[in-house]
């Protein structure tokens, strides 16, 4: 099995890592150290229908390399309020594509926006930061998903399992187990995305982590966030929710200097069959 190391390298050329904000942008509050091109590897694990076949469903698992791209938006953005003042918020556009790691075919591309908005309602702990994450996806739908923001000073990994079995299908926990897994990743991986993020940081010190997690079935008053989706999608693989954490991280290097490295996990619930298959990618990237 490989070092970890050497399975987060940059899919092409190796870079230089970049370190963290010096001068932390108010403004842009937890997005702060977001801008910037992020490049590196992960895993995608995703459960398909079958038109008019054998079997009604197939597993698909491709090993990743990934591009994220993320720039600043200029000025401030007005939101003009009738029965609330008005407010005034910044926030980051991106661009994310993702192929796969051995035949480089691209797999997704996800242009979208980052919001750093102000609380509504105001929060009740004032360490709680309050976000936003607007995406669209070429085949064919638009997602928007809020969420809360913290901060972590220690130098330990804590992520939960992401665990893409789906309830109600005898067979697939048989087919996960058995799946033939990408080289180098670890044993269990193809039932618990998630490992590979542990994996990737265990031999790290990291002393920062701003942690970002955001929804689109976020239970707030009045109620925000959701997928729409072109017809045929909703009629044959209608995505029903979306959830995904997001680290950014501050990994101390041998010499003493900081780097930044981006992890994330995210889960898409796909409706077909009267089943929800979960989709699963994760990725760890290092800004360039």
Partial sequence: MSEPAKLFNAPST????????????????????????WVGTGFNVMWLP?????????????????ILTVSKIGADIPNRGSVEPD????????????????????????PGVWLNLPPDPPADNPNVSFVARLATIPHGNALLAQGTTFEMVRPTFDISDADTTPAGVPEAPG?????????DFPWGSAQNPNLILEWAVSE??????????????????????????????????KPTRMSATF???????????LTLQLQYSQKVLLRFGGIDWPHVSIATLVQQ
């Fill in 14 to 37: 190796v870079l230089r890592a970049s370190a963290p904000s010096i001068a932390p942008s108010p403004q842009l509050g937890p997005l702060t150290d977001l801008p910037g091109t």
């Fill in 50 to 66: 079958i038109f008019d076949g054998p079997a009604t469903f197939r597993l698909k698992m491709n090993s990743t390399s990934e």
């Fill in 87 to 110: 407010v005034h918020f910044l926030g980051v556009h991106y661009l994310q594509q993702v192929s796969d790691a051995t035949t480089h075919g691209q797999l997704h591309i996800e």
């Fill in 175 to 183: 087919m996960l187990l058995s799946a033939i897994l990408p080289r």
């Fill in 204 to 237: 790290q010190t990291i002393t920062k982590t701003v942690v970002i997690q955001v929804a689109t079935d976020l239970a707030t008053t009045p109620p925000s966030g959701g997928i729409d989706n072109i017809a045929f999608i909703e009629s044959n693989a």
């Fill in 247 to 257: 680290w950014i991280e501050s990994v101390r290097q041998r010499d003493g200097s």
